[in-house]
């Protein structure tokens, strides 16, 4: 791509190129801070690799534009793409097994699908409930990231595949989580310099770590097929069983098990980040939290131990605006790349080849202060109904865009309004006050060593 005209960072290294002040741990805030001040669009060099970085809304929108462009599998997907190959999240347009998995799961992701997980979701945040009281009652702290993650990793091991990792029931987690942890870690590390390869650990962890995960998934996959089928379908059920409807094609016993892992990543991590950051933000600003709680009791009352039904979830709109601009503040899954399809010119000026490619850098897009007041505020207001018919329509994109945007959309808002909202009802909850916000960075956004003392209201 010609990126002559494109602003760089200050002080640019020979062969190097723009790493001042790039911090490897935290790739995503330090590249904020670094083109955040370049406008709406920026161009960074980094070891050979030309990294153009779109933050307008305006050029966000082109490359969006789904006949112009199309989805990237490139920088942090790479090393995912190793793992989990053609799966739905890092296959190319086009792999013709994007095409049968997406087809054959669509139906498991409307709307009206998530009826079928609303139980689980209920029962798996009630047992987050009673963790939390037994704290509340000794007058500990919680450490929110890590429950919820407990919370979002049994949602959708036991609504996609019927498995219990029994998070609550572990202090350490589940070896599964362990080794889809430390792959991840090690594959994203293992495209870094040699200094931080060595951090990565032994190749020979790496192939044990995929081993235990594709051991444990295989025989949630046999078991499956030996025994019944589950009362209600699920993810594991749609993809052995159901054929192509044009075509009649199924997916065959490798891809299912590169399905189920990529769920287990792109499905819990993503949604615990949004959680917590959504805590985070309420915690520090009584006005929203008491409009929130003022929704969840209009709805449930002040019964001591409320059941959401599932048209419960759609009317709690002030807490589901206090998730949005959670996701708007800090996307947990904080970009995604967009290839032309052919030859073109980005923003009128910006000659791109056929294949060239661009980041959509989220949390910039979403603080691009053309559309956004006093852009770094949380105020859920901006979400109230109405609003976001006035903003451009490419401002927001937490969840991607176009025909590779998330397919766990419903899923993850279904399951984070009913548990947020059942927290905010029972709880109180005191933050400390020396806390710093601090973001731990992995393929997502989230926040680290944030402690809550939850207290019965
Ligand atoms: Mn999800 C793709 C964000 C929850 C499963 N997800 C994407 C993309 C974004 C994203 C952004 C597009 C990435 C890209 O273009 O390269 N996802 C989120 C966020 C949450 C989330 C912010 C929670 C909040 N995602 C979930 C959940 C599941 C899930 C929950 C599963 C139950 N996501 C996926 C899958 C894809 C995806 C699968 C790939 C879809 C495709 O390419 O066909």
């Not at 161009?43 to 112009?68: C, S």
């Not at 054959?104 to 009826?115: E, G, K, V």
């Not at 949630?220 to 054929?243: C, F, H, K, N, Q």
């Amino acid at each position: 791509m010609d990126t002559t005209g494109i602003p760089h960072p200050p002080h640019r290294l020979p062969l190097l190129g723009d790493v001042v002040g790039l911090d490897p741990r935290a790739p995503v805030q330090s590249s904020l801070r670094l083109v955040r001040d370049l406008g709406p669009i920026s161009v960074r060099r980094v070891l050979g690799t030309e990294i153009i970085t779109v933050g307008g809304a305006g050029l966000a929108a082109e490359l969006n534009d789904e006949t112009r462009f199309g989805k990237h599998v490139g920088l942090s997907l790479r090393p995912l793409r190793r793992i989990v190959g053609d799966a739905l999240f890092t296959a190319e347009d086009g792999e013709p097994n994007w095409r049968l998995a997406h087809d054959i799961l669509q139906p498991a992701f409307t709307r009206d699908a998530m009826r079928g997980y609303h139980a689980i979701m209920v029962e798996v945040a009630r047992e987050l409930l009673d963790r939390w009281d037994a704290v509340a009652d000794h007058g500990g702290q919680v450490d929110v990231t890590g429950d919820m993650t407990r919370l979002t990793l049994e949602t959708i091991g036991r609504t996609g595949f019927g498995y219990r990792f029994g998070s609550f029931d572990r202090d350490r987690p589940h070896p599964f989580v362990t080794s889809m942890t430390r792959a991840l870690r090690y594959a994203n590390l293992s495209v870094a310099p040699p200094v931080r390869r060595v951090l990565a650990g032994s190749a020979r962890r790496h192939r044990a770590d995929i081993e235990a995960m594709n051991r444990l998934v295989d025989d949630v996959i046999r078991a499956r097929r030996g025994g019944p089928a589950p009362e209600t379908s699920d993810l594991l059920d749609l993809m052995l069983r159901t054929a192509h409807p044009e075509t009649g094609r199924h997916l065959d016993v490798v891809n299912i098990r590169r399905q189920v892992i990529t769920f287990m990543v792109a499905g819990h991590e993503t949604t615990s980040g949004a959680l917590s950051f959504a805590l985070y933000h309420l915690t520090r600003d009584p006005d929203a939290l008491a409009r929130t709680q003022a929704e969840v009791d209009a709805l449930w009352g002040r019964a001591d131990d409320p059941v959401p039904a599932f048209t419960d979830i759609p009317k709690l709109r002030y807490t589901r605006a206090v998730l949005d601009e959670a996701l708007r503040l800090w996307p947990t899954a904080p970009g995604y790349l967009r290839a032309a399809r052919a030859d073109t010119v980005l923003g009128g000026r910006y000659r791109m080849s056929k294949g060239d490619w661009a980041l959509v850098m989220l949390p910039l897009l979403h603080r691009d202060p053309e559309v956004w007041p006093d852009p770094d505020r949380f105020e859920p207001e901006r979400f109230a109904p109405g609003q976001a018919k006035k903003r451009p329509a490419h401002a927001y994109k937490p969840f991607g865009t176009g025909q590779r945007a998330c397919i766990g959309r419903q899923f993850a808002l279904h399951e984070a309004v009913l548990a947020l909202g059942l927290v905010l009802h029972r709880y109180r909850l005191v933050p400390d006050d020396g806390y710093q916000l601090k973001i731990a960075e992995s393929l997502t956004l989230k926040p680290q060593g944030f402690r809550l003392a939850p207290r019965r209201r």
